[in-house]
Each structure stands twice: as structure tokens, then as C-alpha cells.
């Protein structure tokens, strides 16, 4: 789970989630009010996910449709929707993108 880098509190599970899905760069501590950025780290590390929902469609175009594909797409969505605060790092200081 992330610890803000100001006032050093753990966020819970519920907090990273919900934080994560802001719109603005930034996410603001629930304890202390400072914003705080995700890491570049973090944000590769995210992106990873990115890709592999195109790939497994495409996977589903080619192949034919198959409901194992969508099944394995369905779950991995899944699966790293729940463990994503788990990997989330943050800092005072917006990074560069990449």
C-alpha cells in the first residue's frame, strides 16, 4: 500500500482505490490534505495492463471468438483491479511521464 511521503500514513486498500480513478495527476493524502504523485515506476508498471487487453482481443479476432479468451480478459482485468493499490507508489513531486 502507498505511504504518503508527507505525514507518513499508510493508505488503506479503499482509499488507493478510489484515489486512483481522479482525473487530475495528483492525488490528495486523506490524512494531511497534501497531494501526492504516482511514480513513473508505478505508472509503467500499470501500463503493462494496457496492452494486454488489445492483445487478447485481437487474439479473439483472429482466432475466432472464444469465451476462454474473454474469460482470461474478464479475469486479468479483474485480478489487477484488486491488486493494483498493492503496487501504486507515490511521491511529493510529479515525475515525468515516463
Given at each position: 500500500m502507498p505511504t504518503c511521503q508527507n505525514c507518513d500514513n499508510k493508505w488503506s486498500w479503499k482509499q488507493t482505490f478510489k484515489k486512483s480513478f481522479t482525473l487530475g495527476t495528483g492525488m490528495t493524502c486523506p490524512f494531511c490534505g497534501v497531494k501526492q504523485y504516482i511514480t513513473p515506476r508505478s505508472r509503467k508498471k500499470s501500463s503493462l495492463v494496457a496492452f494486454l487487453a488489445p492483445t487478447?482481443?485481437?487474439?479473439?479476432?483472429?482466432?475466432?471468438?472464444?469465451?476462454l479468451i474473454l474469460f482470461i480478459l474478464i479475469g486479468s482485468i479483474s485480478l489487477f483491479l484488486g491488486l493494483y493499490p498493492f503496487y501504486i507508489e507515490i511521491s511529493n513531486k510529479e515525475g515525468p511521464f515516463w
Open positions: 487478447l482481443l485481437l487474439l479473439n479476432l483472429f482466432f475466432g471468438p472464444s469465451l
